[in-house]
Each structure stands twice: as structure tokens, then as C-alpha cells.
């Protein structure tokens, strides 16, 4: 039996109802397409958007020869085999299309071998991906692509489809259940069609708010777990906790736990935010952090993830500063720079008689020895370096004291 999905799929433009930023008459994709003038491209987006839809679309637009491969399925061998047939095609003038799905899944190599056949012209490479092209494509495949950003689909964009999906299957369905369905949908036009077939193969016995209510109740919310949108909403809690949102956090921490993130990734999110972004304003975050995993490990999810979510508002509402993560870069790059140094000889220890001869250790004061516990005046860089400032505290939190006294320690220097 086919899926209502395929059974549906439109074969023109004028049936494909999204995607209209980059399907106007004035786009270069559209021109190209008018003009039957086809370039290599990426079309970036999420599930259900219709990537391998326009792809086919394109290609009758063209009247190219579409051959599709998966990455997941297909590869250098499926690859050797579309361009002997692209060799053949190309003789009697006929040019090739070829879409592969899912083209982040192929390595290096497998990347690099498209390569030859996309500037010879033998092929025309139409690649979809979920994930971010930049981060997941080598750099020479992508400097000979164009990308398109194809969005999550509307809800005029759903309802069209919704209404396809309706006709064909003679359902009828009232407006309030059409709404939910569309809501329950989260812009992926092959999930609403899932959700109506499934609906049609129930057999329910009404067809009102209700019991279409409770049907969607048992669907899964749509959340890839390794995927660019998990990065988003990830980023988007830390930019939440780092902006002193709390209200912001709670959102994004329970959009992703709905979707099936393991807390756990939330927890040690929390942690470097604790450290990059709180610092010694408040070191109480990092503890509380560490505390709220503790209790998530002893009792599990419902208990934990609000032990969790505590943290996230404690981290939120925290005093903010990022002293310690910029003093940290500073340290390491001059490391870098000045590898070579030694290390001074009233810093270094001296465990051998020959090396005590030498002056090692000579001139080093004891800090628990001095008057206040301070060492006034001694170093702690290569002489050629000399001291350095790395650790600006800021003035928020318990940052205040810190840059007090250190400003009164450095001052004797």
C-alpha cells in the first residue's frame, strides 16, 4: 500500500504550497528554474519541508534525468554507477540531476568524489540535509554549492495540505480539530499527513475535538537528539540562563525534555554556563549544579528534572560574569606563545643537592609565613614575560571583594 505522503506529492510548483521566499519570480533559484538553467545546491531545512519534493519538482521543470541516492543507503559504488549512466545520457543531450538525501551522512571522501563531476558539468547535485552545511560538508563541496534555507511550513501552508489530505480521503473534519492537527504538526507537512492517515486507518468512532484530541495526545513531539535543531534549542536555553531569563530557560529546558533530551545534557550545559558565564560572581551556582545532578542520578526524571530546573533559575538570577572564561583564553594563548620560557628558579623546587647549588628554590617566600598571608612583591612569570593581569573581576556579586583585594595584592607589585 502506498503512503498517503507519496500518494500526494505534488509534481508542479503550483501544488507545492511552501517555501514562497524562495519561489518567487524574483529569487535566483526561481530563475534559474524559468530559465532551465540548473545549478548545484543544498537545500537546508528541517523534516517535512518538502526538500525531496522541490528537488523532483525542479527536475521536471528542466526536464533533467533525476536519479535520487541516500546517504544512508548508497555510496561511492551507487556513485561510479550514476555517472556511467550520467556519461551516456550527456551523449544523446541529455543532462543529469541527481539528488542525494541525507548528504551529511557521507564522509570526506565520499564527499570529495562528487567533486570531478559537478565542475566538468556531467552532474547536477541537488543535496538535502537536516543538519548545518557549514559544519557538515567539506569546504570544497560547499564552495561549489549554492544554499537554500527552506522553512518549517506555515499554517496556511498546513491547511492547504490539510484540505488535500481531507479531499482525497473524504474525511470531514470541524475546524477545531483541523487547527490541532495543524498545531500537533509543528510546521513538517509529512507529519500532518501522517497524523490524517493514521487518524483514517483508527477508524474512530466520532470525528470531533474530542476524540481527535486524544488521538493526539499519544503522538511523539518531533525532536532530533543529535540533530541542528537540538543545538538551537540548547543554545537557546544557555542564551536564556546567560540573559538572567528564568522564565526563558523553563521554556527551553521543558520544550527539549518534551522532545526527549536527556537531562543529563541539560545538567552539564548548566555546568559550563556556571563557570563561563556566573564565574566567581556567585561560585555557589557551580555547586548547586553539580548538587542538582547528584539528585537527579539518586531519584530520576520527575524529581531530578526539578532539581535541574532549580538550578536553571539559580543560574539565571545569578550575578554574571565572564572574568574567569576570558582570563582562562588569555592564559592559554600566551602558553602557546611562550612555550619555551623557563620556568624562574625561586618557583621551582629543589629536591637534588646539585640543583639547590644551583639556585633553585633560593629566594622563594612562603606565603603562610608572611604577615597577612601574602607574598607582597614576589613573581610568578618568566622574567622576560613579567607579570600579567589576566583576571578582571567584574563589579557584580561576590566579584566586588575579589577585585578589592586583588587590586590592593597587585597594587604591591
Not at 543554545?235 to 522532545?259: C, Q
Request: proline share 4%.
Amino acid at each position: 500500500m502506498i503512503p498517503l505522503a507519496e500518494t500526494l506529492r505534488p509534481d508542479n510548483l503550483s501544488e507545492f504550497f511552501s517555501q514562497s521566499h524562495l519561489l518567487n519570480d524574483t529569487h535566483p533559484l526561481k530563475q534559474a528554474i524559468n530559465n532551465k538553467q540548473l545549478h548545484s545546491m543544498i537545500l537546508w531545512g528541517p523534516s517535512g519541508v518538502g526538500k525531496t519534493t522541490l528537488a523532483r519538482i525542479i527536475c521536471t521543470q528542466v526536464e533533467g534525468y533525476f536519479v535520487q541516492l541516500s546517504a544512508v543507503l548508497d555510496g561511492v559504488k551507487e556513485l561510479r554507477n550514476v555517472v556511467e549512466n550520467a556519461k551516456k545520457y550527456q551523449a544523446i543531450g541529455q543532462s543529469t540531476v541527481l539528488f542525494v538525501d541525507e548528504i551529511h551522512r557521507f564522509n570526506k571522501a565520499q564527499q570529495d568524489a562528487f567533486l570531478p563531476h559537478i565542475e566538468s558539468g556531467l552532474i547536477t547535485l541537488i543535496g538535502a540535509t537536516t543538519e548545518n552545511p557549514s559544519f557538515e560538508l567539506n569546504r570544497a563541496l560547499l564552495s561549489r554549492l549554492s544554499v537554500y534555507v527552506l522553512e518549517a511550513l506555515d499554517e496556511a501552508g498546513l491547511g492547504q495540505i490539510l484540505q488535500r489530505c481531507l479531499t482525497h480521503l473524504q474525511l470531514k473534519l470541524d475546524i477545531s480539530s483541523q487547527q490541532k492537527i495543524i498545531a500537533s504538526s509543528h510546521g513538517d507537512a509529512r507529519r500532518l499527513i501522517n497524523i490524517v492517515e493514521k487518524i483514517n486507518q483508527a477508524g474512530l468512532a466520532q470525528l470531533d475535538e474530542k476524540s481527535i484530541t486524544t488521538f493526539l495526545q499519544d503522538s511523539v513531539a518531533s525532536f532530533d537528539k543529535g540533530g541542528d535543531i537540538f543545538y538551537q534549542q540548547l543554545s537557546a536555553f544557555h542564551k536564556s540562563v546567560r540573559g538572567s531569563s528564568p522564565d526563558g530557560a523553563l521554556y527551553w529546558m521543558a520544550r527539549m525534555l518534551v522532545g526527549g533530551c536527556d537531562p543529563k545534557t541539560i545538567a552539564r550545559r548548566l555546568l559550563a554556563i556556571a563557570s563561563e558565564d556566573i564565574g566567581n560572581a556567585d561560585p555557589r551556582a557551580l555547586e548547586i549544579t553539580l548538587n542538582a545532578w547528584n539528585v537527579y542520578e539518586r531519584v530520576g526524571d520527575k524529581e531530578g528534572n526539578r532539581a535541574i530546573a532549580q538550578a536553571a533559575i539559580y543560574c539565571a538570577v545569578a550575578p554574571k560574569s565572564n572574568a574567569t572564561y576570558l582570563a582562562f583564553n588569555q592564559a592559554m594563548s600566551m602558553a602557546r606563545q611562550t612555550s619555551e620560557l623557563p620556568v624562574p628558579k625561586h618557583l621551582c623546587n629543589a629536591p637534588t643537592g646539585l640543583m639547590n647549588e644551583l639556585g633553585y628554590g633560593q629566594d622563594y617566600r612562603y606565603a603562610h609565613d608572611e604577615l597577612d598571608g601574602i607574598s607582597h612583591g614576589q613573581t610568578y612569570f618568566p622574567e622576560t614575560l613579567g607579570e600579567q593581569n589576566y583576571y578582571q573581576p567584574t563589579d557584580r556579586g561576590l566579584e566586588i571583594k575579589i577585585k578589592q583585594k586583588l587590586e590592593q595584592i597587585r597594587g604591591d607589585l
